[in-house]
């Protein structure tokens, strides 16, 4: 996550399938994978059981889910600790192999590449900002100094980033933050049903809505993207 923007969820970086074909290949390796993985359902009303979903849709397919919290890493547990508090509506999960990159994540949970949120660290007149962009974009500096109110605005250094949030780099959530005053959403993220961020470690992503991703993040929606060309 620290200087790269072209490819984590967790941080700083993510594409997609568009081939028919590759797209159900994708689903069918997704099912099996999250057959095996672990999981854990955070929710205020609802918790998934043992038995198939039906209705509700996370990512592009449907598979069993098992609602046992596993031991996993303490920036894990503390992203989980955050939503259990606020009574979050959202599903988090680990994936065994990882998910480095935007599109390895999207590949993993089978969804579009837009649908990945990007969680980046810049470091703005010496302080930091976190902005979320979707995996199919990249962050404007310009934009993102603008919109801080800094003369400047730079993606922060491996260093910094943990300093900053107490996550490594590439695996960078967008809460708890309790160093960092201004967290941004790109405006563009707001027009999914759902969408998947980085929780804490590169094999953990967590499914919500953007409604809920701005509550828990206290993010501010503004244009921080770059143009498409």
Known sequence: MCSVQAGSP?????????????????????FTLRKSASVFAIRSRVRFTTRQRSNARFGCASYPARVAKPAWPEPVQRVTAYLQEAGAEVRVEEFPDGTPTAQAAARAVGCELAQIVKSLVFDCDGRPVVVMVPGDRRADSAKVAHAAGSNSARIAGAEEVEDATRFEP?????????????VFIDRTILGHSLVWIGAGSER??????????????????????????
Not at 11 to 27: F, I, Y
């Open 10 to 30: 967790h941080s700083q970086t993510k594409s997609s399938a568009s081939d028919p074909k590759r797209r159900e290949a994708v689903r069918i390796s997704s």
């Open 170 to 182: 590439g695996a960078v959530a967008p809460f708890p933050l309790p160093k960092v005053e201004r």
């Open 204 to 229: 953990h992503m967590a499914g919500l809505s953007p409604v809920e991703l701005v509550r828990l993040s206290r993010a501010r929606p503004m244009d921080v993207v770059t143009a498409h060309t």
